[in-house]
């Protein structure tokens, strides 16, 4: 007897959202991206908004959803957007980024077309393109655990997303204009909590409502471009559950730094006196440090939040011994990030090390970051359109920087940085940070293990110290300054991806590149062909499509 199969429909348009069921689900939005006037720190700007919105629409998904975004673009220049944490498995055309993916050009559309495949967590999108990032067109996007598999936790009351992040009142234009000039952007103007700021005037609408007695969940991602934020709830302990996709071990803390890029989701309960309190967020690492504020709201209460702010953390050295209480949750029971191969890592050999140290030099009398003494620039044709059509001689060499850092790092040359990396080789990477800013990398298509962070230069020794039991498989990582940070995966998503600097000016003017990863046998079990419909651009424009993987 054939099997039924329910289908249902939903169709909301605040995010012009269509659910079929049948088998996975799929997920249907429609994304108009104009701009808007915003006024995050009470000055006006144009800013980038999606369907209206600033911040943009939340996805609400779960493990194994099919996800189909449809964008237009309706401003004066080209757009892309990336969905920063999602794996993308064999499948790189979605990563949305500008080595694998045409931007959209203005008046045009393209529909993003992907599975959140064997993920749960917290995660965020936003724009590749120019400064994009800096004014809006970033949102939230949760991947909740099917309900069959138990997570590590009571459900809570509630799930909120807090997007915080730091804002500059000059615009995106003129953001990029100050780095095309070859000066720094200089110190952030404010920091927002979902956009807003509260006033403290007692007529600030809550971002969040809180019933005494019970627990919620909320999903803290830093979306700024540059600046590192602590967090904290007056009054109230954070319980971290999930980090970047993974359980952890349920630590309380009063604080958390959340660096540019990285998603922390914690459990707070609502066990104080009915009033009003503050959710706070401070710059960190910061000559003049910048404080906002948010309302959380119990139901039913009465008095306005106290004046008197939980005072921040001091110190980077505190923010290090943070991250080595982080760990990884190895016995819940919950889709996982794929953490590329094995759950005893520790006892793989490890086949590459790569050591990558950040620079900053003037090339021409203009500013440019680097890595390994080469600062990233970007083609007219996407590096993995160029590599799929057969052209990749006329776009860009493989392997442009050494696995080691040249001790001369006063030279910095410009190219398209492209590492070619051995299909399913267990790779350690060495992220060596020498100067006197924190940094944030983010690597797409992938989690890694986040093994170890220390002070200094990193060296073979350092080996002994590192996590090999139960570190936080996780996307982002950040650097203090004049430390280093390691990290252990295994590179068996076929694909172009991208591992680049969450500080955005950074990334911007260079410091990034590209793990080309090929599958051996141009099979469609290692990797998704050229999908229908995708935008060509560059040389390959016009050029007829190779054939296609057949098995």
Not at 515 to 544: F, H, W
């Amino acid at each position: 007897m054939a099997r039924l199969t329910l289908v249902s429909v939903l169709f909301l348009w605040a995010g012009s959202m269509l659910m079929v069921q049948g088998g996975d689900p799929t997920l249907f939005f429609e994304w108009n991206v104009t701009y808007g006037t915003i006024a995050p720190l009470g000055v006006p700007v144009k800013g980038i908004l999606i369907n209206g919105q600033f911040p943009g629409p939340n996805i609400n998904s779960t493990t194994n959803n099919n996800i189909v975004v449809n964008v237009f673009n309706n401003l004066d220049e080209p757009f892309l957007v990336t969905w920063n944490g999602v794996q993308h498995r064999k499948n790189s055309w979605q990563d949305g980024v500008l080595g694998t993916n045409c931007p959209i050009p203005p008046g045009k559309n393209y529909t993003y077309k992907f599975q959140v495949k064997d993920q749960i967590g917290s995660y965020i999108y936003y724009p590749v393109t120019a400064m994009h990032k800096a004014v809006g067109g970033f949102g939230g996007l949760r991947v909740n655990s099917r309900l069959l598999i138990p997570v590590p936790y009571a459900d809570p009351a509630d799930d909120y997303t807090l997007l915080v992040g730091d804002f500059f009142n000059k615009g995106h234009t003129s953001l990029k204009k100050i780095l095309d000039s070859g000066r720094n952007l200089g110190r952030c103007d404010g920091v927002h909590l979902n956009g807003k700021v509260a006033k403290g005037d007692r007529k600030d609408e809550p971002l969040f409502t809180m019933e005494a007695g019970k627990t919620y969940k909320y999903r803290i991602c830093n979306t700024g471009i540059k600046t590192s934020l602590n967090v904290r709830f007056q009054g109230h302990t954070m319980k971290l559950v999930e980090m970047e996709g993974s359980h952890t071990m349920q630590n309380d803390y009063d604080s958390l730094d959340v660096h540019v890029g990285q998603c922390f989701s914690v459990l707070v309960t609502a066990n104080q006196e009915p009033r009003d309190y503050y959710v706070v967020a401070s710059t960190r690492f910061t000559r003049r440090e910048v404080t906002a504020t948010g309302i959380i709201r119990y139901k039913n209460g009465k008095g306005a939040a106290s004046s008197e702010l939980p005072p921040p953390p001091v110190g980077w050295a505190w923010s290090l011994n943070q991250f080595r209480t982080f760990r990884w949750n190895l016995t819940s029971n919950a889709a996982r990030p794929n953490p590329q191969g094995s759950y005893k890592y520790g006892s793989i050999n490890i086949t590459r090390t790569i050591k990558l140290a950040n620079t900053a030099q003037k090339v021409d009398g203009k500013l440019r970051y680097a890595l390994n003494g080469v600062s990233y620039v970007e083609p007219t044709t996407p590096l993995k359109l160029a590599e799929y059509y057969g052209v990749a001689d006329k776009v860009f060499k493989y392997d442009t920087i050494p696995d080691e850092p040249q001790s001369d790092n006063t030279k910095v040359t410009l190219a398209p940085i492209v590492l070619n990396m051995t299909h399913r080789n267990f790779v350690e990477i060495i992220f060596e940070n020498h100067e006197s800013a924190i940094q944030s990398y983010h690597l797409s298509g992938y989690s890694f293990f986040a093994v170890g962070m220390d002070v200094g230069k990193w060296s073979p020794e350092k080996r002994m110290n590192y996590n090999l039991l139960d570190a936080v498989s996780r996307h982002t990582i950040q650097v203090f300054p004049n430390s280093w940070s390691a990290i252990l995966l295994t590179f068996d998503n076929c694909g172009m991806w991208n591992l680049r600097s969450e500080i955005w000016d950074r990334h911007y003017l260079g410091q990034q590149l590209y793990a080309s990863v090929i599958s051996p046998n141009r099979s469609l079990k290692d990797e998704y062909n050229l999908p229908e419909g995708v935008l060509t651009c560059g040389i390959v424009q016009g050029m007829p499509r190779p054939p296609p993987f057949s098995s």
